[in-house]
Structures are given as structure tokens and as C-alpha cells.
């Protein structure tokens, strides 16, 4: 019984995106300013073979942005 409890707790948790758009609205930022945000997040969690944010740390946010740096040609202020 147990496992039908956590698989039903974990439909009804909104997923991570979500929560992010949520916040976000509830800021006032831009469609746009949303957008940018959500796309940076898949593309971060792209990057580590679809792990989830709440299981990495600095040395993978790190990562992300050393490889964005030299393999993206992407500037520091992005």
C-alpha cells in the first residue's frame, strides 16, 4: 500500500519546471524573462544526462558554466 501512496504523492507534486514557472509568475517576470529561465534549466539538466537539479551541487553548476565558457563560446555576462 505503501507504493500506491508515494506513486500517487508523486503525480500530484508539481514537477520542477512547473514549480519554476510557478515562481516566476508569481514574481511578475516576462513571458520572456520565464522562457529564458526554463530554457537554461533544460539546458543545464540536458548537459548531466537528465539528472535532477536537487541532486547536484556547486562542482556541477560549475561545470555547467566551464563548459558553456569554452565549448559554447558563450560571454561571462550571459
Not at 509568475?25 to 540536458?46: G, L, N, Q
Request: hydrophobic share 40%; net charge positive.
Amino acid at each position: 500500500m505503501s507504493s500506491i501512496t508515494s506513486l500517487t504523492e508523486a503525480m500530484s507534486a508539481p514537477r520542477l519546471l512547473e514549480q519554476v514557472r510557478a515562481r516566476i509568475r508569481f514574481k511578475h517576470y516576462s513571458i520572456r524573462t520565464e522562457h529564458t529561465y526554463v530554457d537554461w534549466i533544460k539546458r543545464f539538466i540536458r548537459h548531466f544526462g537528465k539528472r535532477h537539479p536537487g541532486d547536484m551541487g556547486a562542482d556541477e553548476v560549475q561545470s555547467f558554466l566551464t563548459h558553456l565558457a569554452v565549448a559554447g563560446n558563450v560571454a561571462a555576462s550571459t
